[in-house]
Antibody, heavy 122, light 112 residues
Framework: QLQLQESGPGLVKTSETLSLTCAVS??????????WGWVRQTPGRGLEWIGH???????YSNPSLESRVTISLDTSRNHFSLRLTSVTAADTALYYC??????????????WGQGTAVTVSS | QSVLTQPPSVSGAPGQRVTISCTGS?????????VLWYQQVPGTAPRLLIF???NRPSGVPDRFSGSKSATSASLAITGLQAEDEADYYC????????????FGAGTKVTVL
């Protein structure tokens, strides 16, 4: 059974870089027809798609975050990562990693991690 | 303010049928993009409930059904049960602002 587990610091300082990792078990991140992505949730803005990546390395990001977002795959460790630069308080959220099946716009996010809370503060 | 509009809340007695609307526009649902629905029980991660407008993943009870028409979509729950009390979100793709996947703000379903 596919499982996802987020990890990373729960507190990040303003203007620094947020880095999260999602460990994948029960499947290989190299598997075809699988995309791996990130979604965040806040009480004020609800659910927000951050972006996702395919095994080919192609990435798709929310235009509102694109300039600050990097999503990468590490096939040797079977995990994928999120980097968000120049964070502000507005990036404080619960971050989820997700799996999407091809084609993702039809099949959506069918597996979710439990989420990890990140607070941005000076 | 989301580009997909959902009612903040709906409620129903056990056994009743409730529907949740998701109203979009010609830049998302009306442009032919699929609608997906997620259920989120408080304190847990969202769960995919409906994909490609009308399809249920394995394990989702057939009490849940989705539909799509023009610029809107709906999620129906028939035979409402206490365990259905949760937040429900619709999701689609929007072509405005260079294109982005978008979620509705969510609808709280209360079982009376």
């Amino acid at each position: 059974q596919l499982q996802l587990q987020e990890s990373g610091p729960g507190l990040v300082k303003t203007s620094e870089t947020l880095s999260l990792t999602c460990a994948v078990s029960g499947a290989s991140v190299s598997r075809k027809n699988n995309y791996w992505g990130w979604v965040r949730q806040t009480p004020g803005r609800g659910l927000e798609w951050i972006g996702h990546i395919y095994v080919s390395g192609s990435t798709y990001s929310n235009p509102s975050l694109e300039s600050r977002v990097t999503i990468s795959l590490d096939t040797s460790r079977n995990h994928f990562s999120l980097r968000l630069t120049s964070v502000t308080a507005a990036d404080t959220a619960l971050y989820y990693c997700v799996r999407l099946l091809d084609p993702p716009d039809q099949n959506g996010m069918d597996v979710w991690g439990q989420g990890t809370a990140v607070t941005v503060s000076s | 303010q989301s580009v997909l509009t959902q009612p903040p809340s709906v409620s129903g007695a056990p056994g009743q049928r409730v529907t949740i609307s998701c109203t979009g526009s010609n830049s998302n649902i009306g442009a032919g993009y699929d609608v997906l629905w997620y259920q989120q029980v408080p304190g847990t991660a969202p769960r995919l409930l409906i994909f490609a407008n009308t399809n249920r993943p394995s394990g989702v009870p057939d009490r849940f059904s989705g539909s799509k028409s023009a610029t809107s979509a709906s999620l129906a729950i028939t035979g409402l049960q206490a365990e259905d009390e949760a937040d429900y979100y619709c999701q689609s793709f929007d072509t405005n602002l260079s294109g982005s996947w978008v979620f509705g703000a969510g609808t709280k379903v209360t079982v009376l």
